[in-house]
């Protein structure tokens, strides 16, 4: 219901409540496995998932050690396609001797991450072990 207030007139203003929303199911991965120390973006990322044409809702993020890991950080970025790169994570990554009956590293949790089109989800490790990082995300699309 609107409002009048005295001598002006509201102007009704939409909401998207009962719009209509496909998602569409998006996982990024990559290995990380160079050393990069920086904490401003710069020197080598990968690039784990992309914003679709209508956006990315990220949902889950997985970070897993391939091989014995050495104490370090895995940094994860927000870019946003054209020259800004923000850090928006780091995950402490402690020593672990993998082998047959110690499993490797592995942290999995949930986010709520919305990337616009072209905007990504990028990462870094800061020793050079290998990692590999899973975003499982869904893709918004307006029928």
Not at 45 to 54: D, F, P, Q, Y
Not at 70 to 86: E, H, K, N, Q, W
Request: net charge negative.
């Amino acid at each position: 219901m609107l409002h009048y207030q005295t001598g002006q007139l509201l102007n009704a203003t939409e909401t998207n409540i009962n719009e209509r929303v496909k998602y569409t199911a998006n996982t990024g991965v990559v290995i990380v496995d160079t050393a990069n120390t920086n904490t401003d973006g710069t020197g080598t990322l990968g690039t784990v998932i992309t914003g679709a044409s209508n956006g990315t809702l990220i949902q889950t993020i997985t970070v897993k050690g391939i091989a014995t890991d050495t104490p370090g950080m895995v940094r994860l970025f927000i870019y946003d396609g054209t020259s800004v790169t923000a850090l928006i994570d780091e995950i402490d990554i402690p020593a672990v001797t993998q082998s047959s009956i110690q499993q490797a590293f592995e942290v999995c949790y949930d986010v709520d991450i919305s990337l616009k089109s072209g905007w990504s989800l990028k990462a870094s490790t800061q020793t050079g072990d290998d990692f590999i990082i899973i975003a499982e995300g869904l893709d918004y699309a307006y029928p």
